[in-house]
């Protein structure tokens, strides 16, 4: 946890890591706080409204009782749990149960098709797998390409299920839950000992498992707490759209609240409707937000607000925001949104906090205490201000994962000496501010400049016809590349050669010439991982094919 310290040089200075000999996040976000009377979760139907609060002390007695069941079933320490949920308390419930068993946790999207189920179950060799009846029809195609998975648990499914269902391994989750014990002891795990695998979006190639420890709930603390304004205070509420199957609305938010004693909303989106969201949170007054950079555009877009909304802080990473959503957010949300940076193998060791330091618009902050950031050449050394190299962060740190699962060929080039490298490129100014320039592989060459797509796109975004933009290099005989823009357009503006001519000016008079894109492309929706995250490898696959 942070230190009390006023300043963001006295939080550096100050900061020292306490990390345990024996640790075991199950034990340390239910169990601790099981004596109190403190809220955990806060469940809400589909239309925002609260109907349930759930005790920290009915969390860790159902998190006792799974891990119990799931014990007596077969399943051992070290074992994977698939968990395909959205936020729910089974969810909460589920992650909570597998660590207590010193389990792995493996989260998935409930977006998710058969194949890219088929592929994350198969690949962890999950032994069993939380679900409900909406999943389960996939997880029944596939069935036969998961040899591995013994243990189907459907958390609506009391009375539903088909007849064979049992005989199959597939049991209704509540009426299972409840034949467990009471009490369980946490498996006495060690920060090193596995926790998690995450898989990444899957931009480049396959998705590769990210298995984390157990002390990667530690890890995070600092860069959860900084952008939060020194989160938790008395009074907060924690709440993200972003699903819990991913390590922004797993570690960013549900976990670290719950480490804190801090009551998280449960609240199932099927489509983000940003006008309700911020209904929702004003209604429950929310106080903490992780808002993804996708989210606020929405909402920037919708012009969503409520005078009612009280909320105290705003985090948001993934995509640099831009000057003018940063500005309707303090107008609109009534809070600066702090901006962070990291990866799901690597998360929040970058930073903003403005009652530290005065943001600059566009960056991503400074390094969060107990992370040591540079940017760095091909060699490993330390680039001076201004020159753009490799983000990397110094190891040994507890917030870098364990490695790929079953991937070490990948484990190998993510380092370099003693650091361990994020693949985006980045610059850090005089102040220590860190600036993000692209993926090391969405860099754009053209005419002897090398171009980061993210300050394209961000010039884009203030063009009042443009809801949606990315930016990609086309090969080109003179250049090397040419920038081309793919637009989204906001609804009620049409597409022409005029606008086009626009929008191309109003990147060149803004940036520079040769950052200006020479081609435009106007399109209905652009590809985007589960995350919301660009898939400019998509677009680049998709330009190689037409020529």
Not at 186 to 207: E, R
Not at 299 to 311: C, G, Q, T, V, Y
């Amino acid at each position: 946890m942070l230190p009390k310290a006023k300043t963001w040089d006295a939080l550096q200075a100050d900061f020292r890591w306490e990390i345990p000999a024996h640790y075991n996040i199950g034990a340390d976000v239910s169990d601790k706080w099981a004596g109190t009377r403190r809220t955990a979760l806060i469940l809400t139907d589909d239309a925002g409204e609260e109907t349930r609060r759930v005790s920290f002390a009915e969390l860790s007695v159902m998190s006792n009782r799974l891990a119990d069941i799931l014990v007596r079933m077969g399943v051992a320490r070290g074992d994977r749990i698939g968990i395909l949920l959205p936020q729910a308390l089974e969810t909460a419930v589920s992650h909570v149960a597998a660590y207590k068993m010193g389990a792995v946790a493996v989260p998935l999207f409930t977006l998710f098709g058969g194949d890219a189920l088929a592929y994350r179950l198969e690949n962890s060799g999950a032994r069993a797998l939380v679900t409900d009846l909406e999943n389960l029809p996939k997880i029944e195609e596939i069935r036969n390409r998961l040899p591995e998975l013994e243990t189907i648990l459907v958390t609506d499914g009391e009375g539903a299920l088909a007849p064979d269902a049992e005989r199959r391994g597939i049991r209704p989750f509540w009426p299972t839950l409840a034949r467990g014990y009471e009490r369980f002891g946490a498996a006495p795990t060690t920060p090193n000992d596995p926790a998690l695998i995450i898989y990444t979006s899957g931009t480049t190639g396959q998705p590769k498992g990210a298995l984390h420890g157990h002390r990667v709930l530690l890890g995070h603390l600092p860069g959860v707490e900084m952008p939060h304004r020194l989160f938790p205070k008395r009074g907060d509420l924690f709440w993200t759209p972003a699903d819990w199957a991913w390590i922004g609305g797993l570690i960013d938010v549900l976990l670290p609240a719950l480490h804190h004693g801090v009551p998280v909303v449960a609240h199932r989106m099927r489509k983000f409707d940003p006008q309700r969201a911020v209904d929702m949170m004003a209604k429950l007054k929310v106080r903490n937000a992780f808002l993804p950079p996708t989210a606020l555009k929405l909402m920037r877009a919708a012009d969503a607000h409520n005078p009612e909304l009280k909320l105290r802080s705003v985090g948001s990473g993934g995509e640099p925001l831009g000057e003018e959503l940063v500005a309707w957010a303090k107008d609109r949300l009534g809070v600066t949104i702090n901006e962070f940076y990291g990866q799901t193998e690597c998360n929040l060791v970058v930073a903003n906090n403005a009652d530290l330091f005065p943001p600059k618009p566009g960056s991503m902050g400074k390094p969060v205490p107990g992370h040591r950031v540079a940017v760095i050449d091909t060699e490993g050394n330390e680039l001076p201000p201004g020159e753009v190299g490799e983000i990397a962060v110094r190891r040994p740190d507890p917030v870098i994962f364990l490695g790929y699962w079953h991937n070490n060929a990948a484990n190998t080039e993510k380092l370099r000496g003693p650091w361990w490298l994020t693949g985006d490129t980045g610059t850090v100014d005089e102040d220590g501010y860190f600036w993000f320039r692209g993926r090391a592989d969405d860099v754009i060459t053209s005419a002897g400049y090398r171009i980061g797509p993210a300050e394209i796109e961000e010039c884009l975004m203030t063009h009042p016809a443009v809801a949606m933009a990315a930016a990609i290099g086309v090969p080109d005989p003179e250049r090397t590349e040419r920038i081309r823009a793919y637009i989204v357009l906001r609804e009620g503006t049409h597409a022409s050669d005029g606008l086009a001519d626009e929008i191309r000016n109003h990147v060149r008079t803004r940036l520079a010439a040769h950052e200006y894109p020479r081609e435009i492309r106007f399109v209905a929706e652009l590809p985007m991982t589960a995350t919301g995250k660009i898939m400019r490898r998509t677009l680049r696959e998709a330009a190689r094919n037409e020529t």
